[in-house]
């Protein structure tokens, strides 16, 4: 299976996208930030991912050098696994030469209101009637949200509901 390439900034939606890809695929998915000098947590990852036949999605933070980079995929390809990399545009022809088979690569990128007003309805459902059509479109023409930071501001809103015992408001 040719590894699928998450390209975009921090919150696009990059894990969102790896998980719907393994969903898809009836698989789980097993996530790991990166880090150069902490091997043992790619190793750890990368058996969880094959003991539960899950996809594993490795987010490459965007100061990792050419070097670490092929390193990296020089240790996930002993694994054999699904793979998906969250990676920062200036890697991807690294990454490129390092991959066996084409890689699939999806570029996200900023949304526009529409997209974030969309994006909050699909988030709000239980929450969909507290809010006017209007409300939520105000929400997404004014914050310049990405989907992971919609999704955290409405994580920290819930908790904060839940202890204040009070309807959410964002």
């Known amino acids: ?6 390209m975009g900034p921090s919150g696009s939606g ?15 998915l097993v996530e790991l930030t ?14 969880e991912a094959l003991w539960h036949q899950s ?5 490459v933070p965007d100061g990792a050098s050419h070097e670490e980079v092929a390193g990296l995929w ?25 991959c066996e088979l084409e890689p699939v690569v ?10 974030r007003e969309q994006l909050w309805r699909r988030l709000l ?6 809010f006017s059509v209007h409300e939520l479109q105000q929400l997404a023409s004014r914050f310049d949200l990405l989907p992971g930071q919609i999704a955290r501001a409405l994580q920290s809103a819930r908790a904060r509901q839940t202890m204040a015992g ?3 408001d964002l």
């Open 1 to 6: 299976t040719p590894p699928l390439l998450l």
């Open 14 to 28: 990059r894990a969102t996208v790896a998980s719907a890809a393994a969903g898809s695929a009836r698989r789980g």
């Open 34 to 47: 990166w880090s150069f000098r902490r091997q043992e947590q790619l190793q750890a990852a990368a058996r």
């Open 55 to 59: 996809v594993l999605l490795v987010t």
């Open 74 to 98: 020089e240790a996930l390809s002993l694994w054999k696994l699904p793979l998906a990399l969250a990676i920062p545009p200036s890697l991807l022809e690294r990454v490129r030469q390092a």
């Open 106 to 115: 999806l570029e996200l990128g900023r949304f526009d209101s529409s997209q």
């Open 125 to 130: 459902p239980e929450e969909r009637s507290a």
């Open 166 to 168: 009070e309807p959410l």
